[in-house]
């Protein structure tokens, strides 16, 4: 990381977790969000959310429709209706 480059903001920090999931950062772009993530606890849990979600996805638990609407499978519907009957 250079002295030049400002420090990302939230809304920057938060398009290059996004992106990183799904490729590679260039090696500066991984710098400034490293350096984000250390100072700031909002971004670092809304990487951990999405690292959740990715994974859930990609294990087909929850499906994702052309209508924006999310399926979950009936593993993961039983699991959720048990958590919130402890409750």
């Known amino acids: 990381m ?3 480059d400002p420090p990302l903001a939230c809304r920057e920090a938060s398009q290059l977790i996004s ?5 590679p950062l260039p090696f500066r772009q991984r710098c400034r969000l490293w350096y ?4 700031c606890r909002a971004c670092r849990l809304y990487r951990g959310q999405l690292r959740l ?4 996805v990609r294990r087909g638990r929850i499906r994702i ?8 499978d009936d593993e993961a519907r ?6 919130m009957r402890r409750r």
Do not use: K
């Not at 992106?19 to 490729?23: E, H, I, R, S, T």
């Not at 039983?78 to 958590?83: G, S």
């Open 2 to 4: 250079n002295e030049s």
């Open 19 to 23: 992106v990183g999931l799904d490729a």
């Open 36 to 39: 984000h993530l250390m100072i």
């Open 53 to 56: 979600l990715d994974r859930t």
């Open 65 to 72: 429709e052309r209508d924006g609407m999310i399926r979950l």
């Open 78 to 83: 039983r699991r959720i209706v048990e958590a």
